[in-house]
Nanobody
Framework: VQLVESGGGLVQPGGSLRLSCAASGFTFSSLTVAWFRQAPGKEREFVAAFRRYNSNAYYADSVKGRFTFSRDSAENTGYLQMNSLKPEDTAVYYC??????????????????WGQGTQVTVSS
């Protein structure tokens, strides 16, 4: 199993970015796949997730209404569209996969596989 993130960069407050998570070694919908982020000096925190074999996306309250997690089955890739970005969204964003269930979606420990991360910086 391999997860490769891309799409990070520097953006001004109010701007948008789209992150990609290219998956290999498994079918995207067969595992629970999530985005987490980690800012300097802070713990890794949950952003969004798709449960395995489920079409509903779940979001942290801090990004609800601004971020959209989607997946392309043909490309076996997930996308995190981030709009109305704020300086507090600055972090390294990670894609993760595992056998998590609804009650464990937001736990780092529920995920077995992790990508290398991509830096998102929101600054003027």
């Amino acid at each position: 199993v391999q997860l490769v993130e891309s799409g990070g960069g520097l953006v001004q407050p109010g701007g948008s970015l789209r992150l990609s998570c290219a998956a290999s070694g498994f079918t995207f919908s067969s595992l629970t796949v999530a985005w987490f982020r980690q800012a300097p000096g802070k713990e890794r925190e949950f952003v969004a997730a798709f449960r395995r074999y489920n079409s509903n996306a779940y979001y942290a309250d801090s990004v609800k209404g601004r971020f959209t997690f989607s997946r392309d089955s043909a490309e076996n890739t997930g996308y995190l569209q981030m709009n109305s970005l704020k300086p507090e969204d600055t972090a390294v964003y990670y894609c993760a996969a595992g056998n998590g269930i609804l009650s464990t979606l937001q736990r780092v420990s529920a995920y077995t596989y992790w990508g290398q991360g991509t830096q998102v910086t929101v600054s003027s």
